[in-house]
T-cell receptor, first 114, second 112 residues
């Protein structure tokens, strides 16, 4: 059962534009939602994370928007740069009972054209 | 501060063989998790170790086993390798059981 669904599968954005990646989850017990960035041949790197008691979190050019009632959350990358070209994964966990165990989405391959 | 390291970087094995992958956690981290990432997919949770004890397991058969040592480093062992075991195996460490996970570069396993 796919508990975290991610879209789009791929995304092409022009330099300076806004990249938006969406995720939807099914399990209402999830209480922690991180986003990871992965470059080819590398492990995923933690970008930003949010808890469900907050509707938005911003760190630099990266913002997470969270909609608890819709069971959806999204990553916005402002002023996208060619160096942002990578695969992005949303994830979710139930920290209270499952520790750090993460359930990942399928990934979005982002290409930022110069 | 040294991050998560994994060895080897690449590995080629034959179907039916056994393999051991190694992970050194980030300094001060006592929790290690292992993930399998097939090509073009998100990582899938295999299991997690906390203070040398298994603390949660994903939907993987018993031929996937692990260990965590007193220095919090860890091993992933896979017996009776199958072609579908070909993947990137990722290790992640956390400063505590419910902490943020930081991933290593992974071990690329190819089973022929």
């Amino acid at each position: 059962q796919q508990q975290v669904k991610q879209s789009p599968q791929s995304l092409i954005v022009q330099k300076g534009g806004i990249s938006i990646i969406n995720c939807a989850y099914e399990n209402t017990a999830f209480d922690y939602f991180p986003w990871y960035q992965q470059f080819p041949g590398k492990g995923p790197a933690l970008l930003i994370a949010i808890r469900p008691d907050v509707s938005e979190k911003k760190e630099g050019r990266f913002t997470i928007s969270f909609n608890k009632s819709a069971k959806q959350f999204s990553l916005h990358i402002m002023d996208s740069q060619p160096g942002d070209s990578a695969t992005y994964f949303c994830a979710a966990s139930i920290r209270e009972t499952s520790g750090s165990r993460l359930t990942f989405g399928e990934g979005t391959q982002l290409t930022v054209n110069p | 501060e040294t991050g998560v390291t994994q060895s080897p970087t690449h590995l080629i094995k034959t179907r039916g063989q056994q393999v051991t992958l190694r992970c050194s956690s980030q300094s001060g981290h006592n929790t290690v998790s292992w993930y399998q990432q097939a090509l073009g997919q998100g990582p899938q949770f295999i299991f997690q170790y906390y203070r040398e004890e298994e603390n949660g397991r994903g939907n993987f058969p018993p031929r996937f086993s692990g260990l965590q040592f007193p220095n919090y480093s860890s091993e992933l062992n896979v017996n009776a390798l199958e072609l579908d075991d070909s993947a990137l195996y990722l290790c992640a460490s956390s400063p505590r059981l419910a902490g943020d996970q930081y991933f290593g570069p992974g071990t690329r396993l190819t089973v022929t």
